[in-house]
């Protein structure tokens, strides 16, 4: 079993900025894609931004230009940098791992997520 923990989220007026923080513990061999989801009040939960472990990032066209990720293969953690945030960034975000790991001998990949962290954006 591995664990996600996350950090960061909070309250912030609109063009503020908030860092996420996410720690995986656990039984881990390697961790695949990395990233951050978020759901919104009454909305389906969406990506916001992931990174393979070679780098390869992907993001949500309205976060392009705004949103930073960056992962720590070392210490198995992803960061969320958030830069110039509008009221519309509203939401619980969730981190994201793709864990490999092994049963015995036989090599697994499980999806594991986070317990969520609130951000709010309003004046």
């Known amino acids: 079993q591995a664990q996600l923990v996350e950090s960061g989220g909070g309250l912030v007026q609109p063009g503020g900025s908030l860092r996420l923080s996410c720690a995986a513990s656990?039984?881990?061999?390697?961790?695949?894609?990395m990233g951050w989801y978020r759901q919104a009040a009454g909305k389906q939960r969406e990506l916001v931004a992931d990174?393979?472990?070679?780098?390869?990032?992907n993001y949500t066209d309205s976060v392009k230009g705004r949103f930073t990720i960056l992962r720590d293969n070392v210490a198995n953690m992803v960061y969320l940098q958030m830069n110039s945030l509008k009221p519309e960034d509203t939401a619980v975000y969730y981190c994201?791992?793709?864990?490999?790991?092994?049963?015995?001998?036989?090599?697994?990949?499980?999806?594991?997520w986070g317990q969520g962290t609130q951000v709010t954006v309003s004046s």
């Open positions: 656990g039984r881990i061999l390697s961790i695949n894609a």
């Open positions: 994201h791992a793709d864990v490999a790991y092994l049963s015995g001998s036989n090599y697994r990949r499980s999806d594991y």
């Open positions: 990174s393979t472990r070679t780098g390869t990032t």
